[in-house]
């Protein structure tokens, strides 16, 4: 079983909450890679039990590098359907668009068909920080990936 984190970060927030979110994947025995979007291939989206965006919000919306990514991943539309899901974002402050860009990468993870999990506790859409995350937005991330990595496990352990 296997999460792939495809995350962007121009002053390294995002990354460092992708880090955290590995981590909880990691600490479930699911493999993770983490791959910035420069450097991923939509190619790998098949070989993937789980798929985890991350961006900044600009502007409220993802990165326009994380929605190239999303662009190109319709090589693979209609086969990436039951996979798990889930999107993660930093912002410059509270209540200025994290979470409308979470909402944008899960609305494009949704079209492919994935299973996406909300939760009761903080962060109902997905893991958010304001700058660099601090202990506790870390360990919003951190659980998100244990919540995912679970959810992986129950679909397709
Ligand atoms: C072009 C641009 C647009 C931005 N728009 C927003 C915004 O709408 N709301 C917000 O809270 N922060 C905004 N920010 C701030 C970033 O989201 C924030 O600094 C984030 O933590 C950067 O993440 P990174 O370190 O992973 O690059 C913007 C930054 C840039 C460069």
Do not use: W
Not at 8 to 15: L, Q, V
């Amino acid at each position: 079983m296997k999460i792939l984190i495809v995350y962007d970060s121009r002053s390294g927030n995002t990354e460092a909450m992708a880090h955290a979110v590995a981590k909880g994947v990691e600490s479930e025995g699911v493999e993770v890679v983490i791959e910035k979007v420069d450097e991923v291939s939509v190619d790998e989206l098949p070989g993937v039990d789980g798929v985890i965006l991350g961006s900044p919000t600009y502007y409220g919306l993802p990165s326009a590098k994380i929605k190239e990514f999303i662009d190109a991943s319709v090589k693979y539309h209609g086969k990436l359907d039951g996979k798990v899901g889930g999107a993660f974002a930093s912002a410059g402050g509270t209540h200025t668009g994290a979470e409308t860009t979470i909402l944008a990468l899960t609305e494009a993870l949704l079209i492919h068909g994935m299973v996406i999990q909300g939760t009761s506790g903080l962060n109902h859409y997905g893991a958010a920080s304001v700058g660099a995350p601090n202990e506790e937005e870390s360990e919003t991330c951190r659980k998100m990936g244990v919540r995912l990595a679970s959810l992986v496990k129950k679909l397709h352990g």
